[in-house]
């Protein structure tokens, strides 16, 4: 039995005016970590609404652990934890008064599944007296994490637990999931950050309410149908530019310190050829060399691809 | 460059004992695009309303445009423009009604806001959207759109703090084009992220820890200096060992 199941569903807001998921269909298996990956407004929050039983679809059907979530929301409702992408604990609670209130809401108590969440609860219980209002957005991100998980779910389901958190706590946080998957707990979690995708299992890259491919991110980036050149120069915005009346370049896009290219037909020379261009445009410290392309970049051509 | 347009001094906010901004001291060019970084908690936000005019430092000196920190505050919000992710434009207000909004608070003339309203709209490609409520509008839109409002009343700085959070890869894209130019133009541009890709496209990045600045410099001196391969392990490196963390 999968995890969790969306057949066909379709969402949309005021009156049928707003698509917001368009007939999306997935799978996640049993202790799979499964990641929604896409930005702002490309349904993942629907999508999470939809599973959790908080809203309903306009069509098409959806389990998690062979549960319908029409019908059998009450006990769906029992074996999930979610963490909304919105802070939505108590802020005049504290640390532990939330826990607690979460622990009774589902009929248990602290001790019993303390286990769980000792690794990220011992890292709070310095301000387990102070209110969650007054914890910082990493901390706030740790408690609710331990809400999710304190009446011991079988699904997780946590949506962009990670946005508009720094580096270090991300890679954190991302340790935490890994840990929390080794206990056997199925996770399906959203971000709009592509660098994340390879840490999960299976992603599925969603945009603008469609999914536009599954797979295991690995597979995803080897699908990538064309070569992909990195080109970098002194005046790097300069390059850009100019890289992009070059007729023999098919897209250009910044990555970093470098551009990443592809060419509208393979040739064998295109270094060579990039290179002599930019040399044309006066341009200085060329470089200009062959690689992997990565989720982002997969991202970009399958969204060009659906806009064209 | 060379001219400088923001200077601090040894720049410090204390609330109660605790050291939000810690005696840092750097300074910003004419048309330079200055990436402001650092972990959660590190001190950004606070030292960011210190040079917008919004808060006093509890000591130190630092002039922005020109004008004191401590005594021209007016002066510096009239020579500056600010953009956030989380707010920037009236949902409830047209695309037009917005424009006319933010022009006429910095006091450009109507004839002034008609002209340059005119332009920007026909930049953005937004003539169809005009009477749209900005609600309506798609994320990447509005986030152009409060760009351009932002550097509306042509200021010298731009402050824009985290101003792609949660925009789809070719958005974010063309959001940095449009900071280039700007900074073409010579307006200069201050700016904060999380995406450490975007850390590059800086001239100079500053990386805070703990209320202090811990690296100033180009991204590549900072990958050479700490043996990094990218922004992000430098970034990692040095804020692995900070011992605060809020917002």
């Known amino acids: 039995m999968e995890a969790v199941v969306l057949d066909g569903i379709t969402k949309t807001y005021a009156g049928g005016k707003v698509l917001a998921v368009d007939n999306v269909s997935l799978t996640v298996k049993p202790g799979e970590l499964f990641g929604l990956i896409g930005p702002d407004g490309a349904g993942k929050t629907s999508i999470f609404r939809v599973l959790t039983t908080l809203l309903q679809a306009d069509k098409g059907s959806a389990t998690v652990q062979g549960l319908d979530v029409v019908k059998d929301y009450q006990r769906i409702r029992q074996i999930l934890g979610y963490m909304p992408g919105k802070f939505s604990l108590y802020q005049d609670l504290t640390v532990e008064e939330n826990l607690h209130f979460f622990a009774t809401l589902f009929g248990t108590t602290i001790e019993a599944n303390y286990g769980i969440i000792r690794e990220i609860y011992e890292q709070l219980k310095p301000f387990k007296d102070r209110r969650a209002g007054k914890l910082s957005g990493g901390m706030k991100q740790k408690l609710a994490l331990c809400c999710a998980l304190i009446h011991k779910p079988e699904v997780l389901f946590l949506d962009e637990p990670t946005t508009g958190v720094d580096v270090v706590s991300r890679r954190e946080f991302w340790d935490m999931l890994a840990r929390l998957k080794s206990m056997g707990i199925t996770i399906l979690v959203s971000t709009p950050y592509m660098d994340e995708a390879s840490l999960c299992e299976r992603i599925a890259l969603i945009q603008a309410g469609r999914i536009m491919q599954i797979d295991a991110p690995e597979q995803i980036v080897r699908s990538y149908p064309v070569r992909l050149y990195a080109a970098k120069a002194d005046d790097i915005y300069g390059l850009l530019k100019d890289m992009r009346e070059n007729p023999a370049v098919e897209s250009c896009y910044a990555f970093g310190e470098y551009l990443h290219l592809t060419m509208k037909s393979e040739t064998a020379d295109a270094i060579m050829a990039l290179e002599g261009f930019a040399r044309e445009r006066g341009h200085t410290g060329i470089t200009v060399k062959e690689i992997a392309p990565g989720i982002e970049d997969t991202f970009i051509r399958l969204m060009n691809q659906k806009t064209q | ?247």
């Not at chain 2, 003339?109 to 309506?136: C, F, M, N, P, Y």
Request: with cysteine; hydrophobic share 40%.
């Open chain 2, 1 to 247: 460059m060379g001219e400088q347009v923001i200077v601090c001094k040894e720049l410090t906010k204390r609330f109660g004992d605790f050291y939000a901004v810690n005696n840092i001291s750097f300074e910003v060019n004419r048309g330079e695009i200055f990436g402001f970084l650092g972990a959660n908690g590190a001190g950004k936000t606070t030292a960011m309303r210190i040079l917008c005019g919004l808060s006093y430092p509890s000591s130190g000196s630092a002039t922005v445009a020109g004008f004191d920190v401590y005594r021209q505050q007016d002066e510096i919000k009239k020579n500056i423009g600010y953009m956030s992710q989380k707010f920037s434009l009236y949902e409830n207000l047209t695309v037009s009604e917005n424009i006319e909004f933010y022009g006429g608070v910095y006091g450009l003339s109507r004839a002034v806001i008609r002209e340059r309203s005119a332009a920007l709209i026909q930049t953005l490609g937004l003539e169809k959207e005009t009477k749209k409520l900005v609600g309506e509008l798609p994320l990447g839109w509005k986030q152009k759109l409060a760009f351009s409002v932002a550097i509306f009343h042509r200021p010298q700085i731009v402050f824009l703090d985290e101003p792609t959070g949660g925009v789809d890869p070719v958005t974010r894209r063309q959001f940095w084009d449009m900071i280039y130019e700007a900074a073409a133009g010579g307006i200069t541009v201050f700016v904060t992220t999380h995406y450490m890709d975007e850390a590059e496209y800086c001239n100079r990045v500053t990386i805070m820890v703990d209320g202090k600045i811990e690296a100033l410099d180009a991204p590549q001196a900072l990958k050479q200096r700490f043996g990094a391969g990218n922004m992000e392990e430098v970034f990692y490196q040095l804020a692995r060992s900070a011992k605060r963390s809020s917002d």
